[in-house]
């Protein structure tokens, strides 16, 4: 039984050696992310690299082979599908590493690693080595320089408070003067008020700079006598 379409060893060397270098081209993609702590790391995106080369070497191996087939045979094959379906495929994997905390948003950058790693791994796949090579190392740019670089920029970022008081010590405008004077936006805000307790809780969402710590805020919250506790994440 044939299980190449060609039976010389050199074909068979090819496929080793395609799935060598997605195993390689992957691990060094995952190894960063494996060294930041993130849940995709070293390991998935090798498996996802050199996966997504095999079905892509399947793919071909298909086509080639059924490629003989005269206009009257019954089988039709399009070596696109297999793509098309490793890429709807991933984003479903990709989906499973972003979390929401609050207002923030995490594993975005992982979960277009793993799409990144896809990708290499079917150009390694179908034979395209350079342009595997160079998405590579663009990848590995991105994630290694460009944190540095993004560092350098003030930008936003989304915060939540959660204070609790002793009801009618502190009102929503004296916390409101207190969080812009720490240079704090409120977006949106709840206050909930607990009768038994006599309690008051606010809960705000934030907006600053990156420049911006939280740890002034806190301290001037936890300034006033009746406030119980304050949490800022």
Request: with cysteine; aromatic share 8%.
């Amino acid at each position: 039984m044939e299980m190449f379409p060609s039976a010389d060893s050199a074909y068979q060397l090819t496929i080793v050696l395609r799935l060598g270098l997605a195993v390689l081209l992957g691990a060094l993609v995952g190894l960063e992310r494996e060294v930041h702590g993130r849940p995709a790391g070293f390991r998935t995106h090798l498996l996802v690299t050199v996966g997504a080369c095999l079905m892509t070497i399947i793919s071909e191996h298909y086509f080639i082979k059924y490629l003989s087939s005269d206009s009257s045979s019954a089988v039709r094959f399009d070596p696109s599908r297999v793509a098309a379906q490793i890429v709807t495929g991933i984003g479903f994997l990709g989906a499973g590493v972003i979390l929401k905390e609050g207002l923030a948003v995490r594993g975005l950058t992982t979960a277009a690693c793993l799409w990144v790693a896809a990708g290499i791994g079917m150009a390694v796949g179908i034979g395209l080595y350079l342009p595997a090579l160079v998405v590579t190392l663009i990848a590995l740019g991105s994630l290694l320089l460009m944190k540095r670089i993004e560092r350098i920029f003030d930008k936003d970022r989304y915060r939540t408070l959660t204070l609790k008081a002793q009801s009618g010590a502190l009102d929503y405008a004296q916390l409101v003067k207190v969080l812009r004077q720490h240079e704090f936006t409120v977006l949106d805000y709840s206050v909930e008020r607990d009768r038994k307790q006599d309690l008051t809780r606010y809960d705000l969402s934030l907006r600053c700079s990156t420049r911006i710590s939280g740890d002034a805020v806190i301290e001037a919250l936890c300034g006033f006598e009746d406030v119980v506790t304050v949490r800022f994440r």
